[in-house]
């Protein structure tokens, strides 16, 4: 009588046993004997402000990210705040769109100078976005959350402190990136590709950043007038040079850099040796007394290193007359400068 009973409680405990087998774990997740999910959900932008528990059998699967809210006035100017990943914090983002505007419009990414001034560069650009029906993107990394040159034309990719690198999610050269592929995802934009400018300390942002990360999706870039530069070589240590740099550069980035259609240009008239925003450090002045003469050996020196290793050379440099430092003025020249290559798919300085 004992054994039959034991036999009576072994079976209804196996019968328990594989019913909750078939069960949704206590989290919501499926048990491992459920097949999880093969797709992910849709994403709308590059980052998110939320967490949320994802369950177990989907742990890998990114968490679906905020959307981006534009707010466009009735002349075409607006602006959006995009999430930075990790935080509750925003990016400022400026923006203008012609008269109709739509996805397929081209969009130049624009990069402040030193007073990351984005409303008034965004407001530069208006007349000729109108012109030449451009769509502008000037994103403001404000002082607070990227302080000094470390966080703006340094990339933000070291701690000023510190200098550890920092994750590559609060690197302002990704953060341009991450943008346009937002734009893209929202259906803003179905270009693959975007221009980018940048003046002065946005020049210094624009070269480090193509150095450092040589990026697919910028179809061409116009620099100009930067107070001083990372040369493509490592007899410099960084920031003046490649030596030591946080991201290695290799032969091959160096390559996909030359080869970039980018057009360096400076002012005849931006030869102050005493401008107070000049920097002044013996590593700058080796590289000329003043920003005409930087500009001409900094495009000097990497077509040399071009030519030394065997590299494509795809670079144009001018040297704009009766033109100072200014940024509304290189602004309207860099318009008609992109307008040209949407055309023929060249610059012609």
């Not at 704009?320 to 509304?328: A, E």
């Amino acid at each position: 009588m004992i054994r039959v009973l034991r036999c009576v409680v072994l079976l209804l405990m196996f019968s328990a046993t594989a019913k909750a087998d078939n069960l949704p774990a206590a989290d919501g997740s499926a048990s491992a004997a459920v097949p999880a999910p093969t797709t992910a959900p849709a994403v709308s932008a590059p980052a998110t402000t939320e967490v949320t528990k994802t369950p177990p059998a989907e742990a890998t699967t990114p968490p679906k990210p905020s959307a981006i809210v534009f707010k466009t006035q009735a002349d075409g100017s607006g602006s959006f705040h995009f999430p930075l990943t990790g935080s509750k914090k925003f990016l400022e983002v400026f923006t203008y769109q012609p008269a109709g505007s739509d996805a397929t419009t081209p969009v130049i990414m624009v990069m402040t100078g030193v007073d990351r001034n984005a409303s008034t560069y965004r407001n530069d650009w208006i007349k000729v976005a109108d012109q030449y029906h451009f769509r502008i993107i000037v994103p403001r990394f404000d002082e607070q959350d990227f302080p000094g040159s470390y966080g703006y034309n340094l990339g933000n990719i070291q701690d000023a402190k510190t200098h550890r690198r920092l994750p590559k999610s609060q690197w302002s050269f990704a953060l341009v990136n991450d943008i346009f592929d937002a734009l893209r995802q929202q259906g803003v934009t179905s270009q693959s590709q975007y221009y980018l400018f940048g003046n002065s300390a946005g020049c210094q942002f624009v070269h480090r950043m193509l150095t450092l990360l040589p990026q697919p999706e910028v179809k061409a870039a116009i620099c100009a007038a930067a107070g001083w530069w990372t040369l493509p070589d490592t007899d410099q240590r960084w920031p003046y040079g490649l030596r030591e740099s946080p991201v290695k550069v290799t032969q091959s980035q160096l390559g996909d850099y030359f080869s970039k259609p980018i057009l360096f240009t400076v002012g005849a008239n931006d030869d102050d040796p005493e401008n107070r925003l000049l920097r002044h450090s013996k590593q700058a002045m080796a590289q000329g007394a003043n920003r005409l003469e930087r500009a001409e050996n900094y495009f000097t020196i990497s077509q040399q290193q071009a030519e030394l290793n065997n590299l494509p050379f795809n670079w144009h440099f001018v040297v704009l007359p009766d033109i100072g430092h200014s940024g509304s003025k290189m602004s309207a020249y860099a318009a008609g400068q992109f307008s040209h290559f949407e055309q023929q798919h060249e610059f012609n300085p």
